[in-house]
């Protein structure tokens, strides 16, 4: 059978731009990474892994890609450089919420986030962040560049959003002393697995409205071991699912993205969770009502 090349190989007959409740951007963008390289393969592989995810969510009984999931051609800014590309992307995602839309933005690295997620501000005022990442991302700037990976959070919450950030596990002391001073709530790594100690306040923190910005080295190495910036420790895909499903089941998860992977050859198991990955966020934020609680088990 021919596969296509949208996201979860759907036919683009049935899920055309205009009947999509889902937009996929896949932004191959790579410019500014400080150690590994290869996220600009990043939406190419995810894509590519997703034609194999069961289109059937056991855990919501839901075939979640019936909304309509529309995949665009991956998006390059003319301009390489970060602001350029960062207003452009602005754009493009603005004009895509013109319409009742779920926009989910595949990296590439993680500061082209600032884009979508100021394109999601202006079209939700009252919106806040979730952020899973390894790295506080909180640095003013990273050799002297302000538009690197290293400050994808600084930038991306200059409008003053209000942010939880989650798996944090190396981050400096400016960082630390800035993230204090804002108030932000810093969930390490180390607090994970006790989600009833720090979800209360996770979730009082966040407003209604959330977007999620996932970088992929949130997980523990041994899971996803190619990305920009390798860290070890790190989250379980249950740890995850488990704080996209609380968040779903108290907020409206009105947008996403999933940055920094990087593809390595000979080992296709981390695309796959990747894209499996998106498909479940897309679940939970397009189905709320069908989220088990954390009661219930997921099983
Ligand atoms: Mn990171």
Known sequence: ???SNNFLGIPEAENTLEKSRVVVLPVP???TVSYGVGTRNGPGAILEASRYVELYDDELDEEVSRV???TLPPWLPDRMEPEACVEALAGVVSELLAKPRFVLTLGGE???ATGPIRAHH???PGLSILHFDAHGDLRDEYEGDRHSHACAARRFLETGLPSVHVGIRSISREEVDFAKRQGLLIVSNRRLPNMDGWMPEALARLTDEVYVTFDVDFFDGSLVPGT????PGGGTWEQALEILRRVAAEKTIVGADVVEH????GNRAPDFLVAKLCYKLL???LFPGKVPGPDSGSG
């Open 1 to 3: 059978m021919f596969l």
């Open 29 to 31: 963008y790579e410019r």
């Open 68 to 70: 309509g999931i529309h």
């Open 110 to 112: 993680h500061a082209i």
């Open 122 to 124: 202006a079209r939700y």
């Open 228 to 231: 920009g910036t390798p860290e």
């Open 262 to 265: 990087a593809p390595l050859p």
């Open 283 to 285: 679940g939970y934020s």
